[in-house]
């Protein structure tokens, strides 16, 4: 059975516009002789009334008093009725859709309120509707406990859903339909020569999503690369192909590798460095600062053990309580707000001696200090000022040429 | 164990202050010591977002092509939405609750979308719950089907979820908490001194709500009939009584029935009375006739056969309709617009011979012709004149002496 695995984020389903492009996208499908697997998101944008936001403020009218199971079943709704939605809109065009909630789909988790994980897909029923050649929709977020708990899946969870799905039924593609037109190699906000890329790894773009590009979540990618399920993240609004994820030897296979040694730029805005003196050796100093950050769930960064001490970063968000909790320590922080993490990725920087030169060069040259650095296989990271970040992400892209990245139509 | 069903209607949940209401009612059982369930219908006046009519306006986005199936797991979240809300103020203040979809608190249906029956409800969980100490709030209006399918119960659902669920448990009692103070001996928009009601029977209540009184759905009443569950109808904004709702006997038996041959009126307005002159005979009138209001879902009322030919009323909305039909099959119906029916419900009038002197002699003296009548053991049945309405309600009220009914804090 040829299938293919589609996911609508929530604006994709807010208004007619929109959702005429998602029926364009399925129909193009379906008259392929494709059978077809629609993840949906929530409706609409915060504020409207059906949108995971509003249910939550909803949630909120009485503190924060709902107890996690309810809040996940209260949520589920969101996505059960842009399921049903968009039933009735294929429905309507005479296109035979059922709509499943997470569980009817079969899909079972742990109870992890808000955050939890596929256990298990029992795939017995979406087999049997795709048989009957009806389009399933999944109600994305959500599964099922086995005592049929509602469960939701926690930060991108729709996204985890179609690729899970996409594992389970062995599907030849998974459709991440979003506003964008596929991954970029940099913020085109903040680049604005930012190109599409045709291609990244899975490794790459759990690089970016996890240095802060808005793309696709880590879980939903570690899913399709586990069961080598392609995904491909494309807009709604087009009908390019967006950009293809799978495995680098793929890519490099099928001859749609550019084989570069830098694809993309991250960048994470809002950070604070640390800087602890160390007095006692710096055992001590690590263990005791890193335990308190943990028992706070304070989540530290570029971190750099030093003889002299040891400098990391947080969130600015979580700096007054990191820097608290450093007095009562015994420590004096010296504090530097206003940074920003910049990430240079590229699944084939590994083992090239030049990419930290390129890095430095071009930064010196444009009079930015690199304030920290780390660096991975894939993934080089600097941290500078963030009233710099402009000038720094824009000179690192032309340095790396990514301005130059090929045309195309996605 | 001790235990009360409690059930609050959309607009008891969908302002602060209602919710106030609602949280004192709750509180004054539990400090009582009584284990509670508590039943609740979808949010908010017809408009709101997550009332009944604005999931069903999005289900009409695109035409009736919403399939039964679909419809009901959409309109299912607006309970879901309501209870998970209730059970967030119950924990802001303390109160142990679990909040449960109609399925997780084992209420099963057959599959009959839009109006399915409960064919079993499985008490475990809900006894589970309880014996935790914890207030169970359940979704109303819904069930699930053994495959796990979420169905809805048709008009008056949340009623019927209440009643049934006391019925499964062996409640003391179900308290429906509505907008108004208990049962009227007639609608108060119509009857200026009409009476709020201590007590009336299942069957007179069950005749009511079919005659048109806004009260409690016939269904739920039949539910708490059959496993002798007594019902109040009560105000969510007073601390009084409401109406008691019982086995005839039992209110015999505790003093607490009136014995009156009249307890209360109801009405139907927008009644078309048809009349058709027989010509080939009785039998094959009302069989061709009747069948075809039949295969067109036009209900019937007032039928009156007689050698001559027949008379019966439809509801307006039918009348074309229903004119159509009799012109097709070759009659030319006499049509009287404009017409309401009044039903003067009693259960002590049964094998009473003056009741319908007294019927006649109020509306003779009021001008008001009687077009057609009909009756039960329990009930007379008059059909006048629309515009007649009111004044005919009125003397029916004060000739059987309705205003007298003793006054009562409710």
């Given at each position: ?246 495995h680098a030897q793929v890519l490099r296979t099928q001859g749609i590798w ?153």
């Amino acid at each position: 059975m040829d299938l293919i695995v589609q996911k609508f984020g929530g604006t994709s389903l807010s208004d007619e516009q929109s959702r005429r492009h998602v029926l364009r996208h399925i129909n193009r499908e379906l008259e392929a002789g494709t059978h077809l697997v629609v993840v949906v998101s929530a409706m609409g944008r915060s504020g409207e009334p059906y949108a995971t936001d509003s249910l939550l403020e909803l949630a909120r009218l009485n503190g924060d008093a709902l107890p996690q199971r309810e809040r996940d079943l209260l949520l589920s709704c969101g996505e059960i009725i842009s399921a049903t939605l968009l039933c009735s809109l294929l429905c309507a065009e005479g296109i035979a859709a059922v709509a499943l909630t997470g569980g009817q789909a079969g899909i079972f988790t742990d109870g992890r309120y808000g955050s939890a994980r596929i256990t298990e897909i029992k795939t017995e029923r979406l087999n049997m509707h795709l048989s009957e050649g009806k389009v399933v929709i999944v109600a994305g977020f959500q599964g099922m406990t086995p005592d049929g708990e509602a469960t939701t899946l926690g930060r991108g969870g729709s996204d985890t859903s179609a690729t899970a799905l996409g594992a389970a039924l062995n599907a030849r593609i998974v459709d991440i339909y979003t506003d964008v037109d596929g991954i970029l190699t940099a913020d085109p906000r903040w680049v604005n020569d930012a190109r599409p890329l045709s291609a990244v790894s899975y490794e790459e773009i759990c690089n970016m999503a996890q240095n802060g590009a808005k793309v696709i979540h880590p879980r939903a990618v570690e899913i399709a690369m586990k069961a080598g399920i392609p995904v491909r993240v494309r807009s709604t609004f087009s009908d390019g192909e967006g950009t293809l994820v799978t495995h680098a030897q793929v890519l490099r296979t099928q001859g749609i590798w550019f084989d570069k040694t830098v694809t993309g730029l991250a960048h994470v805005r809002g950070v604070t460095q640390l800087a602890v003196i160390n007095r006692d050796g710096p055992a001590d100093v690590q263990l005791r600062v890193f335990r308190a950050m943990a028992s706070h769930g304070i989540s530290v960064d570029f971190i750099n053990v030093m003889p002299t001490g040891v400098h990391y970063t947080v969130l600015a968000n979580d700096s007054q309580t990191a820097i608290g909790l450093l007095r009562e320590l015994g420590f004096e922080p010296t504090v530097r707000d206003g940074c920003a993490k910049v990430s240079v990725i590229g699944g084939g920087m590994n083992g090239e001696p030049g990419v930290m030169a390129v890095i430095v060069e071009a930064l010196t040259n444009a009079g930015i200090p690199i304030l920290q650095s780390a660096d991975s296989n894939t993934t080089i990271w600097v941290l500078i000022s963030e009233h710099q970040l402009a000038e720094a992400l824009q000179s690192l892209h032309t340095a790396f040429g990514l301005h130059l990245t090929p045309a195309r139509e996605i």
